[in-house]
């Protein structure tokens, strides 16, 4: 099993719906949860992170966490052609320093 | 957010030389850099953490003989890929964050070349 999984997809919806993407993960004992979107040919961006349980907002974005299911979604609102990327999950442990490990990404298609 | 800065965003080497790629922080104090390498359509792959002015923590599997790692101040860290082959071509890149928080923000990648 690997430590955090994604659906590889392809996610595929049409412009203004709602995308969701989910990530689940091994480590019960994880702190920090993540998400960044990865255009084609580009580095990673991060879009949010989310530490409680619950949700979290930010303009189109929700972060939603549920540490006892030990999963963590992403929802994107009114979705947009410029949303078409490759979303990566990324969960991090108890130290500040700590490295991250990574999801293989969901990637994401609006369609006009 | 804060502001990394990878370069060079693209080299073409031959084999047999050698490459180095510099991580800069340009906002905030780099404790800790990470490297990744990126294959096409595959997920990021870590290599190494590097904390300030320690010795870089290496993955399993990824030799650190050939690729050496520097982080000798709290704003630069620099990946070297010696006697590169072209098995070594690849995305390479960088993240860094500070002790106040958890998030790491991503350079904007290298993709090396090697002929």
């Known amino acids: 099993q690997k430590e955090v999984e994604q659906n590889s997809g392809p996610l595929s919806v049409p412009e203004g719906a709602i995308a969701s993407l989910n990530c689940t993960y091994s480590d019960r004992g994880s702190q920090s949860f993540f998400w960044y979107r990865q255009y084609s040919g580009k580095s990673p961006e991060l879009i949010m992170f989310i530490y409680s349980n619950g949700d979290k907002e930010d303009g189109r974005f929700t972060a939603q966490l549920n540490k006892a299911s030990q999963y963590v979604s992403l929802l994107i609102r009114d979705s947009q052609p410029s949303d078409s990327a490759t979303y990566l999950c990324?969960?991090?442990?108890?130290?500040?320093?700590?490295?991250?490990?990574f999801g293989d990404g969901t990637t994401l298609t609006v369609k006009p | 957010g804060a502001v990394v800065s990878q370069h060079p965003s693209w080299v073409i080497c031959k084999s047999g030389t050698s490459v180095k790629i510099e991580c800069r922080s340009l906002d905030f104090q780099a404790t800790t850099m990470f490297w990744y390498r990126q294959f096409p359509k595959q997920s990021l792959m870590l290599m190494a953490t590097s904390n300030e002015g320690s010795k870089a923590t290496y993955e399993q599997g990824v030799e650190k003989d050939k690729f050496l790692i520097n982080h000798a101040s709290l704003t630069l860290s620099t990946l070297t890929v010696t006697s590169a082959h072209p098995e070594d071509s690849s995305f390479y890149i960088c993240s860094a964050s500070d002790r106040d928080r958890t998030e790491a923000f991503f350079g904007q990648g290298t993709r090396l070349t090697v002929v």
């Open positions: 990324a969960v991090k442990g108890r130290t500040n320093a700590g490295k991250s490990t």
